[in-house]
């Protein structure tokens, strides 16, 4: 079945590191990608996506392009500030089926 | 819009008693998803429903557990008895078909059992 693993964490950087989190999936045919952020105490909000391979998705200054040839979707930041510190997911969708999220990084930026 | 409503956000119970969380989805999506999300197993789906019909309740744990969606604007997720394994916090989502279209996510219901 479709699956999604990310690299575990915490990851802990100093602001205005570059950031990456690792992203690969399982999956039959062509899902979408997506990477979602839950910030402490909240829901989890889209960051960006992908619908097709080689596609990059954006926002906020962080990026994922997908890789079909790897099937991965890795998300990178080159500036991370404070803000950023939350839980980062990965996760995959495929026509006809629900969003599969992978086990969540956790990012802490400090000052 | 208002996005995804959920209640209660905040719900403390005994063993034993009846859960019921409630969702109500962005007018005009037509899929609903419930999630559960615990420190241990991460985002669990429970189950999905495309108008009004679920689709896919393979993630409901068990027959303590059940799922509604009497109409487009409302979906009950009800759990009887509850358990102290049971807490967690559960999110409902929706969005416009499950074709990549983005699921948008409700703040939660953050579910203690005693």
């Known amino acids: 079945g479709n699956s999604v693993t990310q690299m575990e964490g915490p990851v802990t950087l100093s602001e205005e590191a570059f950031l990456t989190i690792n992203c690969t999936y399982t999956a039959t045919g062509y899902p979408s990608l997506f990477w979602y952020v839950q910030y402490p105490g909240e829901g989890l909000q889209l960051l960006l996506k992908a619908t097709k391979a080689d596609d990059k998705g954006s926002n906020k200054g962080f990026e994922a392009t997908y890789r079909k040839e790897t099937t991965s979707f890795h998300l990178e930041k080159g500036s991370v500030q404070v803000s950023d510190s939350a839980v980062y997911f990965c996760a995959l969708v495929q026509a006809g089926t629900a969003l599969i999220f992978g086990k969540g990084t956790t990012l802490s930026v400090s000052s | 819009d208002a996005g995804v409503i959920q209640s209660p956000r905040h719900e403390v119970t005994e063993m034993g008693q009846e859960v019921t969380l409630r969702c109500k989805p962005i007018?005009?999506?037509?899929?609903l998803f419930w999630y559960r999300q615990t420190m241990m197993r991460g985002l669990e789906l429970l189950i999905y429903?495309?108008?009004?019909?679920?689709?896919?309740d393979s993630g409901m744990p068990e027959d303590r557990f059940s799922a509604k969606m009497p109409n487009a604007s409302f979906s009950t997720l009800k759990i009887q008895p509850s358990e102290p394994r049971d807490s967690a916090v559960y999110f409902c989502?929706?969005?416009?078909?499950?074709?990549?279209?983005?699921?948008?996510f409700g703040e939660g219901s953050w579910l203690t059992v005693v």
């Open positions: 989502a929706s969005s416009i078909g499950t074709s990549g279209n983005t699921i948008y």
């Open positions: 007018s005009g999506h037509n899929s």
């Open positions: 429903f495309n108008n009004n019909v679920p689709i896919d």
